[in-house]
């Protein structure tokens, strides 16, 4: 649970960080919509120095990340992960001195309500390695999250920023349930094992999306959709297929602990990204 928290730390400062760079990447000049727009959008985000230092923050995650799944559940750890955006609402009110209702502060302690019932209740990750065509299914999850990134510019603009979110989360939860599958790190069993390729196409596939979510639509439901995409299905694949169990007699301080989380989590959706401008004094919308 602790590489959890830590990971959430990473990933809730990244956020902000590699938000500003979206923004500021479209803010570039020209417009457009597919495949081309999205992979420049992306382009452009990557030669900031704030996109970096969040890719920095982000590898540093994930390693954290990794080590919680190998220690706990998924659904832990997806709660965890959710819970990242308290993480970027805290960090938002210190450094870019954004100001929370206190609505958004209580939600904020919800979280860590959650996060504090998750911890008490979790066990310890599954010991089954699930159906072998769940490897192939999370190959398939990841490559249709990559095809929505790709083709996301043609989406209606009613639903396109749930639809990216959504698919974002998808990609996150993939990484999620891939690093469960992957059983050996020899280089041979790596390069076999369709989980591995699942965990590279939905990481990268996630990004893209998530990118493209923070700058072409409403951030807040993009935020939110996101944040139900990493959450639900992956605690569901490692409940039934893998394993995933609570302490025992504490399974309802589990299911508790995760729904305040990620209740929580979606009360704080609006801090999916950082400020659109560098007047930090005045509140801002931070998705």
């Known amino acids: 649970m602790v590489c959890a928290l830590g990971a959430s730390v990473c990933f809730g400062t990244a956020t902000v960080l590699q938000a500003m760079a979206a923004r500021a990447a479209d803010a570039g000049g020209g417009d457009g919509e597919g495949t081309a727009f999205a992979v420049t959008l992306f382009l452009r985000a990557v030669r900031q120095w704030r ?3 969040g890719l920095a923050l982000d590898g540093v995650g994930f390693l954290l990340q990794i080590a919680a799944l190998r220690s706990v559940p998924i659904y832990a750890v997806g709660a965890a992960l959710a819970s990242s955006l308290a993480v970027t ?3 938002s009110a210190r450094l ?4 929370l209702s206190g609505s958004e502060w209580g939600a904020v302690g919800v979280v860590c309500a959650g996060m504090a019932l998750l911890g008490i209740a979790s066990g310890t990750e599954g010991d089954r390695g699930g159906p072998s065509a769940l490897k192939y299914a999370m190959l398939g999850v990841s490559l249709a999250v990559l095809a929505l990134a790709l083709l996301g510019g043609r989406l209606p603009d009613r639903g396109r920023a749930l639809a990216l979110g959504l698919g974002a989360g998808l990609g996150f939860g993939v990484v999620e349930v891939a690093v469960r599958l992957i059983d050996s790190l020899a280089p041979s069993a790596l390069v076999a094992n369709p989980a591995t390729y699942a965990l590279l196409v939905g990481g990268g596939a996630a990004f893209l999306s998530l990118t493209s979510a923070l700058q072409r639509g409403s951030v807040t439901t993009a935020t939110a959709g996101m944040v139900i995409g990493e959450t639900i299905g992956p605690a569901l694949v490692g409940v039934v ?8 007699g504490l399974t309802w301080v589990a299911v508790l602990g995760f729904a305040v989380a990620v209740a929580g989590a979606l009360a704080l959706a609006r801090f999916g990204e950082a400020p659109a401008h ?3 004094q005045s509140p801002s919308r931070i998705p």
């Open 89 to 91: 609402a805290v960090v």
């Open 51 to 53: 996109y970096l230092a």
């Open 278 to 280: 560098s007047a930090p």
């Open 241 to 248: 297929w893998l394993g995933d169990r609570t302490r025992e």
């Open 96 to 99: 870019l001195r954004v100001r």
